[in-house]
């Protein structure tokens, strides 16, 4: 066996596990590492501010369907990435970040950029792990790539003290990764699914809701078939959007705050539930009193400790969702199903909910819909957060899944934009289009410096209404409409911002103009700005005010 | 008053941080720990941590599911109150200048099964074991001795029969 420095055994071993690319910031402590990188495979994609490349990442993971690396450097570059990774954990996203660190011998005395990473992490990481011997460095790198990516996926980060990277010590790959305390189920107890059999078979009125897990394992085919076995409606929650094609004569769209009115009218009625891998987030459930109160719940998840933590469910299904999913089909298809009045009332409510009057001005859902008509069915959008995300929820059309990519559960503003680069990464092949706000766009603009260096051409598009919109929609609402806070009438200029950072960029209030550049900026190779000034006082509609039930649904009317 | 607590007992890793990642999720969660006690186990790579808390089973058990998530932690359970033995141990200090106040604490003392670990002229160092409340009635007992200072354990606990913490 071979002596070999930390730095080297660090390197060889992600690209053993496949690592393509590393976003990230380099820094003192990372000074061995990156010259190493001169001699390595992997892409190193140079970011403008850490939590950006941790956005790419995150983006590159949910894309790829393997680990998303960044790698920053000691304090400021550590605690800057501590929003996405946050990000990636709470959509179960298989991020792995590699922090620098001070030499082992200065820790703990307060050195130059030295944070305790490992503490301020602890609670928005599945594991992290601070190295303190070259020998481990394999071990260590391995185990994270296992942990983030298996089981209920999540963040990790590996903190590497400067002088472990520095440091020889025998290198070897093989090292086995056991963890006793780490074995994530996949396949499902055979008990538990013939209870899950017989409560789906006996229901009259059954409804799938379908979450983020669907997605992460790659069950679209699998949920898909379900739900037209047991003839069910099937809804997503956000994380969840194209789990079931938009367009399936099954599929009623997201439910929750804003969900469409199929969705959050058939689950309070149905009765049998089948939730796979979703958390019951309360911006899908709405008030637990008023989402499905008389369905037996069955719930479907990779995680334990999801089963009844928010919702009590009759019986659930612990395992893989695509694994799940494939027994149930198994068991159902011999035992087959009477068919019932359910199906015709599907098809009367999806025709009494009446078809969006979409007109013929620029508005943000017609903007949606262009959107989708632009892209091929594999193109990839990147929502930002606030009204256009839910805009996108309830108006773009997804046909694949895993091509809708938003940051769900922590809600994070600038998001959108890092997130299509590293989804650009994963697939080069693949159109990959971010919609974002003015706000979310502001927060992370200096990202299309990556875009446009680094040749990852995206498409940008910029829904500019002059003020943080969500909150606005709120304020008017709920606070009497008083506007506090929420205007944003800066005198920068975002289509003249986007080409001095080198990208193409139009500014179009047209929506025959919009659609024309939108063509020609997918077909292009380089990255283009879209910037779409439009009405501040628009509402996102359907709505549930927070705190009330499904059915409780306001309307623009 | 008789105190019910539950009772969690892990095996874990014995590695750096265990004890903080476990003690972090149960104030994310909003817990409150009543007592903690840990000590690297029968074999050294492992350590087996007993938290006691006031909060009622059904809370308890959703944070057991969470904590049975995390990687370091091999197992982790609620026992059984019906079948757990708990104990409780504390070293205490009374003022015992006044010679009645000596033969007072002595007897107190044997009352409860203590040992006496230390005699000065004016103070006594007592060792008490016993469950959680029967050291609580050993404080309140010698209280108007005068208790100078008092170190409790904390609970540990095991289960009764063939029962183990390994055992699924």
Redesign the interface.
């Known amino acids: 066996m071979t002596k070999t420095t930390g730095s080297k055994a660090y390197l060889k071993t992600l690209e053993r596990e496949g690592v393509t690319h590393i976003f990230g910031i380099t820094g003192a402590a990372l000074i061995p590492i990156c010259d190493d990188l001169l001699e390595s495979k992997i892409r190193y994609v140079p970011g403008v501010h850490e939590q950006g490349s941790a956005h790419m990442a995150d983006g590159y993971a949910r894309v790829a369907g393997k680990p998303g690396v960044v790698q920053v450097t000691s304090g400021p570059g550590a605690t800057n990435i501590v929003t996405g990774v946050a990000t990636a954990q709470l959509d179960s996203s298989p991020l792995v970040a590699f922090t620098g660190q001070v030499p082992m011998s200065m820790v703990g005395t307060d050195a130059f950029q030295e944070v305790d990473i490992?503490?301020v992490t602890?609670?928005i990481t599945?594991?992290n792990y601070?190295v303190r011997d070259p020998a481990m460095i394999p071990w260590a790198v391995k185990a994270g790539m296992h942990?983030s990516n298996t089981g209920?996926k999540g963040a990790v980060l590996i903190d590497l003290p400067k002088n472990v990277t520095t440091e020889e010590a025998e290198f070897d790959y093989d090292v086995k990764v056991e963890?006793?305390?780490?074995k994530p189920v996949i396949e499902p107890l055979a008990r538990e699914v013939d209870t899950a059999v017989q409560v789906l078979l006996g229901a009259k009125k059954p409804v799938i809701i379908a979450g983020g897990g669907v997605v992460a394992s790659g069950a679209g085919k699998e949920l898909t078939e379900l739900a037209e076995l047991l003839m069910a409606p099937t809804a997503t929650s956000l994380m969840g959007k194209g789990a079931i094609s938009s367009s399936h004569p099954l599929s009623l769209g997201i439910c929750g705050m804003h969900g469409r009115h199929e969705a959050n009218f058939m689950v309070p009625d149905s009765d049998v539930l089948l939730v796979v891998g979703s958390r019951f987030s309360d911006r899908t459930t709405g008030s637990l009193g008023g989402f499905a109160p008389n369905a037996k719940i069955v719930h479907i998840d990779i995680?334990?400790?999801e089963?009844?933590?928010n919702v009590d469910s009759i019986t659930r299904v612990i395992g893989d969702a695509r694994h799940v999913l494939d027994a149930l089909i198994k068991r159902i298809k011999v035992e087959r199903l009477k068919p019932n009045g359910w199906h015709k009332r599907i098809t009367e409510f999806k025709q009494y909910c009446e078809p969006f009057d979409y007109g013929t001005d620029i508005s943000t859902p017609n903007i949606m819909r262009a959107i989708r008509e632009a892209l091929p069915s594999n193109g990839i959008v990147t929502t930002d957060v606030g009204q256009h995300q839910m805009f996108a929820a309830l108006h773009y059309d997804v046909l694949e899944p895993g091509t809708f990519l938003t940051s769900g559960g922590l809600g994070t503003m600038g998001w959108g934009l890092p997130a299509a680069i590293g989804a650009k990464a994963a697939k080069p092949e693949c159109k990959v289009l971010s919609v974002c706000g003015d706000g979310g766009f502001h927060m992370t603009e200096n990202n299309l410096t990556v875009a446009v260096d680094e040749d990852f051409p995206i498409v940008v598009v910029v829904l500019n209404n002059r003020l943080l919109g969500m909150v606005a929609q709120w304020q008017r609402l709920f606070m009497d409409g008083r506007m506090a806070a929420v205007a944003r009438e800066y005198s920068v200029d975002y289509t003249e911002l986007s080409k001095t950072y080198g990208a193409h960029a139009v500014r179009t209030e047209s929506m025959d103009v919009f659609r024309s550049e939108l063509r020609r900026a997918v077909d292009a190779d380089y990255t283009t700005v879209i910037e779409v000034p439009i009405d501040p006082n628009e509402n996102v509609y359907p709505m549930i005010p927070p705190g009330m039930g499904l059915k409780d649904i306001l309307t623009d009317e | 008053m008789i105190m019910s607590l539950n009772v969690v007992s892990f095996l874990?890793?014995n590695k750096?941080?265990v004890l903080?990642?476990i003690s972090?999720?149960i104030r994310?969660k909003n817990f409150n720990i009543h007592s903690i006690t840990a000590i690297a186990g029968e074999h050294e790579d492992t350590t087996r941590i007993t938290i006691t808390s006031k909060a009622d089973a059904h809370e308890i058990d959703?944070l057991v599911?969470?904590m049975?998530?995390?990687?370091?932690?091999?197992?982790v359970k609620r026992l059984d109150p019906l079948r757990t033995i708990q104990r409780d141990m504390a070293l205490v200090k009374l003022h015992t200048a006044d010679p009645m106040a000596q033969e007072e604490a002595l007897a107190i003392i044997n009352k409860y099964k203590g040992l006496i670990l230390d005699i000065k002229p004016d103070t006594v160092i007592a060792q008490i074991t016993g469950s959680v409340n029967e050291v609580t009635d050993f404080h309140k007992e010698v209280t108007y001795i005068g208790i100078i200072e008092s170190a409790r354990t904390g609970i540990t606990a095991i289960e009764k029969g063939w029962v183990t913490l390994m055992e699924k």
Do not use: H
Not at chain 2, 68 to 75: G, P, T
């Open positions: 490992i503490g602890a609670s599945k594991w601070q942990i209920r963890l006793e305390g780490y995680d334990r400790s089963v009844d933590k | 874990v890793e750096p941080g903080f990642n972090n999720t994310r959703k599911e969470q049975s998530k995390m990687v370091d932690i091999i197992r």
